[in-house]
């Protein structure tokens, strides 16, 4: 028997609870709900409980295998959890039981740390093909756009500053503006939330500082997820941070308190200082 068809027949179907407020009559985005994912007897998350407000730029870090990338896969479908719901756009709509298709239809984006572009096509056909359409990948490139569409993909060329390469064939493009095309092709399917994990693995200094920009430029409009390894990426980019730890939220605040936490000095922080000291003796 495999893990989903496992974790699918413990599931319980109950009545969605009302979404919690976050003030001002506000409620969250998207509200991970107590969830758990567990492989062959492997807790990869325990009762897991996020909420993300609407506009605003988090940032999720901690030590490998604290479940991150199982909390990614949870809410955009990958991976059916154990126990627990996601909940999602201020009404009671349970994103454990969609697909993924369907998870992404309905406005999450998500950004893998690899980038995952046509690399033999054009900038432009890249956008044009992640295009939400019912045509086929390939039928899609000689249908005529629509002005809306059109004018999405050069919106989303002006905010990923590839306006001057629109021609050029995405595997002509350096690292950094691989990882900015494909930011554009979920920018240009209008996602509600992006989830981007590790951004800026492999960037020079100057594309680093420009996907920091560009993320900043994203939130308000989106909400924007960034899962990232990078300290001194999350410290310039950072308004609330939220700590994983053995698939659990170990903390949660403004950069300032979470690394003045001393849970997480002990599990995640000092361990990475200390892993930088030991290169650096290298």
Known sequence: MTTESASSEVRVHTVSPELPRLGMNVQPILWVDNVSVSFEGFKALTNL???????????????????KTTMMDVITGKTRPDTGRVYMFGQALDLTE?????????????????????????????LELALKTNKGVWSSLF???SSEQSDRISQALTTINLTGRVHTQAGL??????????????LVQDPKVLLVDEPVAGMTHR?????AELLQQLAGEHTVVVVEHDMDFVRSIAKRVTVLHEGRVLAEGSMDEVQNDAKVIEVYLGSEAAQREQEKAC
């Open 49 to 67: 409980t996020l909420q993300l407000d609407p506009g605003e730029l988090r940032c999720i870090i901690g030590p490998n295998g604290a479940g």
């Open 173 to 186: 493009l350096a690292h950094g503006q691989k990882q900015w095309l494909e930011i554009g092709m979920l």
């Open 98 to 126: 969609k697909s993924e298709a369907e998870i992404a239809r309905l406005g999450i984006g998500r950004k893998f740390q690899r980038p995952t572009v046509f690399e033999n096509l054009t900038v432009f056909e890249n």
């Open 207 to 211: 594309e680093m500082d420009r996907t």
């Open 143 to 145: 249908a005529r756009l």
